[in-house]
T-cell receptor
Framework: QKEVEQDPGPLSVPEGAIVSLNCTYSNSAFQYFMWYRQYSRKGPELLMY????GNKEDGRFTAQVDKSSKYISLFIRDSQPSDSATYLC?????????????FGAGTQVVVTP | DAGVTQSPTHLIKTRGQQVTLRCSPKSGHDTVSWYQQALGQGPQFIFQ???????QRGNFPDRFSGHQFPNYSSELNVNALLLGDSALYLCASSLYEGVVVETQYFGPGTRLLVL
């Protein structure tokens, strides 16, 4: 079993819809949780990171962490075709280990006009 | 301000050969991490360099080695290439400030194909 599980998709939604992405993990020692966006033939780009359980909002993006269930989510409101990309969740044990991130396999998102 | 740059962009090698990939970190960054991303998978951590030393290492064999230079740029070397080494190799840079590590910035990657 992988430490971080993520549905690969693809997830297809119409423009303006809410995109809902999630990851589950098995190691309860993970403390820091990130979401990256990766466009085709590009490196990952950090969207959000959270530390504690709860919600964190940044513009159209909301990240949720439920440590008791070992489950994290990312919601994208008012989705745009430019949001079409692969979304990767990642997590680390400590801030000192931010270099050693454990990634999910990524979910491909397609937003259709 | 230049971001993370990597060279070459693409590379084709045959089994058993050796390869060297290069990375220049974002201006002001002093820490470089390397990742391997197989097709359809998330990146897997190879190792991290800080102050010219390997600081952390993932579950990769000794065929994977690296180096960091005084100007913070870094190289990833892979010896005795296997078909399974075909992947996108990503470099990420960050600034280490005590226990707080700034956001990692990823480069575009080097796509390696082993035949």
């Amino acid at each position: 079993q992988k430490e971080v599980e993520q549905d690969p998709g693809p997830l297809s939604v119409p423009e303006g819809a809410i995109v809902s992405l999630n990851c589950t993990y098995s190691n309860s020692a993970f403390q820091y949780f990130m979401w990256y966006r990766q466009y085709s033939r590009k490196g990952p780009e950090l969207l959000m990171y959270t530390y504690s359980s709860g919600n964190k909002e940044d513009g159209r993006f909301t990240a949720q962490v439920d440590k008791s269930s070992k489950y994290i989510s990312l919601f994208i409101r008012d989705s745009q075709p430019s949001d079409s990309a692969t979304y990767l969740c990642a997590m680390s044990l400590t801030t000192d280990s931010w270099g050693k991130l454990q990634f999910g396999a990524g979910t491909q998102v397609v937003v259709t006009p | 301000d230049a971001g993370v740059t990597q060279s070459p962009t693409h590379l084709i090698k045959t089994r058993g050969q050796q390869v060297t990939l290069r990375c220049s970190p974002k201006s002001g960054h002093d820490t470089v991490s390397w990742y391997q991303q197989a097709l359809g998978q998330g990146p897997q951590f190879i190792f991290q360099y800080y102050e010219e030393e390997e600081r952390q290492r993932g579950n990769f064999p000794d065929r994977f080695s690296g180096h960091q230079f005084p100007n913070y740029s870094s190289e990833l070397n892979v010896n005795a290439l296997l078909l399974g080494d075909s992947a996108l190799y990503l470099c990420a840079s960050s600034l280490y400030e005590g226990v707080v590590v700034e956001t990692q910035y990823f480069g575009p990657g080097t796509r390696l194909l082993v035949l």
